[in-house]
């Protein structure tokens, strides 16, 4: 229970990110300290042991924010990429496919409903879904992640064959 004679102060907003934060993403090491200092200043406001706290303290919560904030950038960095490059393969998949198959296709507005279904299959499939780890990494949570890419694999080549 809080004790009414020392109100906690508002929590911090995280303030909004810029375009300079981007630049975090390109070299994490190396832009992401705005990004640290935002984070370190949200839980700070949060964390009342930790506002207490003697300065080597809160200077090794810093320095544990910073490790972090960069290890999450470099794994944002790669989904991107990976992300990116699942889907442009599904383009390239599907211009290859409306270029050289010769036999019977499904109408264009066939694809175009179904590639909006399968991405809002998946999309949805992945909302609320309770049945997480913190890791995210059982066997059902990789079968989960891999169904939602094969979706949205189908649906961006489905929606390649629905506008070329």
């Not at 949570?141 to 961006?156: A, K, N, P, S, T």
Request: hydrophobic content about 50%; aromatic content about 10%; charged content about 15%.
């Amino acid at each position: 229970m809080s004790n009414p004679s020392h109100p906690r102060p508002p929590a911090t907003r995280p303030p909004r990110l810029g375009f300079r934060s981007l630049l975090a993403l390109i070299a994490p090491r190396m832009f992401s300290a705005p990004l640290v200092a935002a984070d370190h200043a949200v839980e700070l406001s949060r964390n009342t042991p930790l506002q207490q706290s003697a300065p080597e303290k809160q200077e090794e919560h810093l320095a544990v924010a910073r490790e972090a904030t960069v290890t999450r950038l470099v794994l944002l960095r790669r989904v991107i990429l990976t992300s990116f490059t699942l889907m442009a393969s599904a383009t390239v998949v599907g211009l290859l496919f409306r270029r050289f198959y010769s036999g019977p296709m499904l109408p264009r507005p066939v694809f175009a409903v179904g590639s909006l279904f399968l991405f809002a299959w998946a999309t949805l499939g992945r909302l609320g879904w309770a049945g997480q780890t913190i890791k995210g990494d059982t066997s059902v949570e990789r079968l989960d992640q891999r169904v939602f890419q094969v979706l949205y694999w189908i649906g961006m080549c489905w929606g390649t064959l629905a506008i070329f």
